[in-house]
C-alpha cells in the first residue's frame, strides 16, 4: 500500500510539472505587461534654473498613478551639485545612478544617458524631454559648471548613436526650453524621431505641466505618440493663462517635403531679389516674433508661414504666390498641433508653429548658424538666400 501510493503520487507530481512546464510561459508573460511608455527626462538644471529641477521632479511624482504602467527615468544635474539618474513613481524618486559632476553639454553624456534608459526600461512608445534654456538654433542645455551646451547637431548626434547602440526608436523629442520649435531644428532631427514638440516663443521657468502630462498618461498608458503630443501642447498652452505662451507639435515625416518647397520658394526670391527686396524687409519685419535678447546672444527668428503668406500676399507675382501658398500648406501638413494663449500685442498674428533664422541684416548674422545646424544649412537653399538678400541692402 505504502509503495503503491508513493508511485500514484509520483504520477500526480509528474503530470503536474508536465502541466505546469506547457502552460507556465504563457502564464508568465500574461502577467507582464511592458509599459507603453517610457518618458526620459534630460534635466540639466547646472544654470540659473537650478530651483526649477527638483519642483518638476516632484510634479511628475505627484502626477503619477500608485499603478501607473510608465517608465519615469530622468538624469538630474543641478547647480554645484553631483547628477544622479532617477528612477521616478508615485511613491518615490529612487535614485539608480550616482554620477558625481557630467557635463549636460556635452553630446556623450545624453548618449549615455538616453542608452541606458532604453536598454533598462524597454517600451513601445519613448519620448526624449530635453529640459534647460534653450536659444533655438544656438541650442540649449547650457552647463553653467563646464561653459558647454548642446546644438541642434549635436542632440541629433547624440540620440542617433543612442538609437543606433540599442536598435530602438524614440516617437518623441520634446524640448522644454526656449524658442526650440524652429524649421531648422526640426529639419535637424528628422532622421532620428517621428515628432518634435516645442515652442516658437519663451518658455517659463516653472516648464511645462507636468503632474497633468504623468496623470494623463497615467490614465491613458496605450496613447499613441501623435495623441499626446497634441495633449501636451494643449494643457501646457492651458497651464498658462496670464503668460504669453506658445507650443508646437511637428510631424517630422513631412520635414522632407518642407524643406524642398521653402528651397523653391527661396530660389524664386534669390533670382530676382532687386525686385522683391522690399516686400522681403516688409514681410520679415512683420513676421518677426519679440526681440530677444538670450543665452546666446540675439535671437532674429520669424514666423515662417507668416512670412510666406505676406510675400506671396505683397510680391504681385503669380508664381511667387503660388510657391508661397505651397509652402503654407506644407506647413500646415507639418504641424499637426500647436496652440498659444490669450494675446498681448499682435503676436497672435505671428504665431503658426514654426519659426526661421532671418536676421535684418549681415551685421546681425551669427556664422554659428552654420555650425549648429550644420544638416539645414548645408542641404538647403535658406542660407543662400539670406546671404543674397543681404547683398542687396
Known amino acids: 500500500m505504502k509503495i503503491q501510493r508513493a508511485t500514484t503520487l509520483t504520477c500526480i507530481v509528474a503530470i503536474t510539472l508536465a502541466l505546469f512546464v506547457q502552460y507556465a510561459p504563457m502564464v508568465s508573460a500574461s502577467k507582464i505587461i511592458e509599459p507603453s511608455w517610457t518618458f526620459m527626462v534630460y534635466l540639466d538644471a547646472d544654470n540659473s534654473l537650478d530651483m526649477f529641477g527638483p519642483i518638476n521632479m516632484q510634479q511628475i511624482s505627484d502626477g503619477l498613478a500608485p499603478d501607473a504602467n510608465v517608465n519615469v527615468i530622468a538624469l538630474m544635474d543641478r547647480l554645484d551639485l553631483p547628477a544622479y539618474t532617477y528612477e521616478v513613481t508615485h511613491e518615490e524618486t529612487k535614485t539608480i545612478q550616482s554620477l558625481g559632476e557630467v557635463d549636460m553639454g556635452n553630446p556623450e553624456t545624453l548618449t549615455s544617458f538616453v542608452t541606458f534608459a532604453l536598454n533598462q526600461y524597454p517600451a513601445k512608445y519613448y519620448f526624449l524631454d530635453i529640459w534647460d534654456h534653450g536659444g533655438g538654433y544656438r541650442g540649449t542645455c547650457w552647463d553653467e559648471s563646464s561653459g558647454n551646451h548642446l546644438s541642434p547637431h549635436d542632440v541629433e548626434t547624440a540620440i542617433a548613436t543612442a538609437e543606433s547602440n540599442t536598435g530602438k526608436h524614440i516617437q518623441t523629442v520634446g524640448f522644454d526650453a526656449c524658442l526650440m520649435g524652429m524649421v531648422e531644428i526640426c529639419y535637424e532631427l528628422k532622421d532620428v524621431t517621428d515628432i518634435v514638440v516645442g515652442s516658437e516663443m519663451l518658455t517659463p521657468g516653472y516648464g511645462w505641466p507636468y503632474a497633468q502630462l504623468m496623470a494623463y498618461l497615467s490614465s491613458y498608458p496605450s496613447v499613441d505618440a501623435y495623441t499626446f503630443s497634441a495633449e501636451l501642447v494643449e494643457e501646457y498652452v492651458a497651464y498658462y493663462p496670464k503668460y504669453t505662451v506658445q507650443l508646437s507639435a511637428i510631424d517630422e515625416a513631412a520635414m522632407p517635403d518642407l524643406a524642398e518647397s521653402l528651397d523653391s520658394f527661396a530660389d524664386a ?101 552654420e555650425i549648429d545646424v550644420s544638416c539645414f544649412v548645408q542641404q538647403t537653399s535658406w542660407l543662400s538666400f539670406l546671404m543674397t538678400y543681404y547683398g542687396e541692402m
Open 269 to 369: 526670391l534669390k533670382a530676382d531679389i532687386a525686385t522683391y527686396k522690399r516686400v522681403i524687409a516688409g514681410a520679415r519685419g512683420a513676421s518677426q516674433q519679440k526681440f530677444i535678447l538670450g543665452t546666446a546672444g540675439a535671437y532674429y527668428y520669424i514666423d515662417l508661414y507668416k512670412f510666406a503668406y505676406l510675400v506671396g500676399k505683397r510680391a504681385g507675382d503669380l508664381n511667387i504666390k503660388t510657391l508661397s501658398l505651397e509652402l503654407m500648406n506644407k506647413l500646415d501638413l507639418a504641424v499637426f498641433a500647436e496652440a498659444h494663449n490669450p494675446q498681448q500685442g499682435n503676436l497672435n498674428a505671428k504665431e503658426f508653429g514654426l519659426t526661421i533664422n532671418f536676421p535684418p541684416n549681415r551685421q546681425t548674422y551669427n556664422t554659428h548658424y
